[in-house]
């Protein structure tokens, strides 16, 4: 009983797992870096007309936030984990085109740094944990929050944003597995959708606790720090 | 927002991660994230190639082997590199956006 309870508690030495390199085939690789680079490219070029000053210390911690979430990987359904992807968190906070550059530069450095995530498959990673899940999770957010009402409210279209985000990032995902030839889509796409539905349901309440969190202890922060394209001067 | 409340900010969120980071190393599972698992169940996990490098494998600093000091080290170094990183972006941009 005693070696099960310390186990429990050992360090866990099987992290995350973003794409490596030799599940994409070439053209699949070239493609998702093409993706990468037009969409963090646009996106920088969107926030040099949007951002104030307070989104440059916020990119920073949300940077860090997402960072270090993703390390805490948590048990989902029948042996296996996931992990926080947080695009959707940092749309919402931060808006697309700042949070499609800090979920770029963590998806980098996760590679470059720490290997997770081989350095071809990088821009498939970028596309599908940088860029669709912060354009799921920011669309999303955008439709459902005005149907909704109050702080649960908030926190419920936060929540189904983020979930949604997840799963189009699965899919996204098994279909670039198909395509290379690596897994049938037939194979790929339920296992990997089927499991992210459930992960998802992680992403939801991670999303909308910080949210909560913020909202409570630091509401000005929900203020968009970006100005809203019509009334930026 | 003055610069001092920015500073306040970048301070607390580096806190707060290096926090999570480091709870990473005692609470987080350690079993297959959902597309090792589907790779393992399918049969195609043995395609995936390691780097040609590694700099800090498996969020683990090499020569603090793979306990938790290990994780809670290559977890603030993490922490420090994105923030920096999302900082430098950041500000090139808005240096960017008063030259317009």
């Known amino acids: 009983m005693i070696s099960i309870g310390l186990a429990a508690l050992a360090p866990s030495t099987g992290p995350a797992m973003h794409i490596p390199d030799g599940f994409l085939s070439a053209p699949v690789s070239i493609a998702g870096w093409v993706v990468a680079v037009v969409a963090v490219a646009f996106a920088a070029r969107r926030a040099e007309r949007q951002m104030n000053d307070r989104a440059v210390p916020l990119m920073g911690v949300m940077a860090a936030f997402v960072f270090a979430t993703q390390m805490m990987n948590f048990p989902v359904a029948g042996g296996t984990s996931g992990h926080l992807l947080g695009g959707a968190l940092v749309a919402i906070l931060l808006g697309p085109w700042a949070a499609m550059i800090v979920m770029a530069a963590v998806i980098g450095l996760q590679a470059v740094l720490f290997q997770d995530g081989g350095l071809v498959a990088l821009g498939a990673n970028i596309t599908n944990m940088g860029v669709v899940t912060v354009a799921i999770g920011y669309l999303g957010f955008r439709l459902l929050s005005p149907l909704t009402r109050g702080n649960a409210g908030y926190m419920l279209a936060a929540g189904i944003a983020a979930w949604l985000s997840v799963v189009v990032s699965s899919v996204l995902c098994a279909i670039e597995l198909g395509v290379s030839g690596t897994s049938p889509l037939s194979v790929a796409l339920p296992a990997m959708a089927g499991l992210h539905v459930l992960i998802g349901l992680g992403e939801a309440a991670i999303t909308a606790a910080a949210l909560s969190f913020i909202r409570v202890t630091s509401p000005g922060l929900l203020v968009p720090s970006v100005v809203p394209p019509e009334s930026a001067s | ?100």
């Open chain 2, 1 to 100: 927002m003055t610069q001092t409340s920015h500073r306040k900010l970048i301070l607390t969120g580096i806190v707060l991660a290096i926090v999570i980071a480091a709870a990473s190393a005692f609470l987080a599972s350690g079993s297959p994230d959902g597309l090792e698992r589907v790779a393992e169940d399918h049969g195609f996990i043995e395609r995936a190639q390691g780097a040609w490098y590694s700099a800090l494998p498996d969020y683990t600093v090499p020569g603090l082997g793979d306990g938790a000091a290990s994780t809670i080290a290559a977890g603030a170094v993490g922490v420090l590199a994105v923030t920096a990183v999302s900082i430098g972006a950041g500000a090139l941009i808005r240096r960017r956006s008063r030259n317009l």
